[in-house]
């Protein structure tokens, strides 16, 4: 009896956690659309602070109910010209790579989407805690997937990221949501 309660919990967690993510079109502000998973909701300031480490606060920032997977849009201080999307590309590459202890890249590339190019970014971090030894348990790991974009000069960015350890579940998520983003040519 035992082992047949172990195997329905088993099955119904197994189906729950792989049930498909409906999203929904979002308006950020004036300018910008995307579709996020209707079970995002918007994050509390408090929130927002505890997660984020900013100048300035995103323009929105979002999480599901857990509060591990997290969507945020912001806008940089640096100013750049439409032209300039390769070498902004390069910048924050560098800049990513500065910030974690570890980043594999799954991809880095300029892409175009819905009329508009963004400089695009997946990859895996690592942070080590208290630890110096690289894969310890005491590291910390995310899936991320950015990308940026220049609108009168200012750069916008679109951030997804969840525990790695949820990445085969969100990763496509990610890449729909990040196809969806629609912005207009004004802030």
């Known amino acids: 009896m035992m082992k047949t309660i172990k195997i329905f919990f088993i099955l119904s967690w197994f189906l729950f956690a792989f049930q498909p993510v409906k999203l929904t079109k979002t308006k950020i502000g004036k300018s910008i659309t ?38 945020s849009v912001n806008v940089a201080f640096s100013k750049w010209n439409a032209s300039d999307l390769e070498l902004m590309k390069s910048f924050y590459k560098s800049n990513i790579m500065g910030l974690y202890d570890e980043v594999h890249f799954i991809q880095e590339k300029i892409e175009e989407i819905n009329g508009r190019s963004f400089a695009v970014f ?19 790991g995310r899936y991320t997937y ?19 350890r949820l990445k085969d579940k969100w990763a496509p998520i990610a890449e729909e949501i990040m196809n969806s983003v629609k912005v207009k040519d004004s802030l």
């Open 122 to 140: 997946e990859f895996i971090s690592t942070i080590r805690t208290e630890s110096d030894v690289p894969g310890s348990a005491n590291s910390i």
């Open 34 to 71: 995307v579709s996020l998973p209707d079970i995002f909701i918007l994050m509390t300031q408090s929130e927002v602070h505890s997660k984020y480490v900013s100048a300035r606060e995103p323009l929105a920032s979002y999480s599901d109910e857990t509060r591990n997977v997290d969507f």
């Open 146 to 164: 950015i990308q940026y974009t220049i609108i009168n000069g200012k750069t916008v960015l679109f951030n997804f990221s969840c525990p790695t």
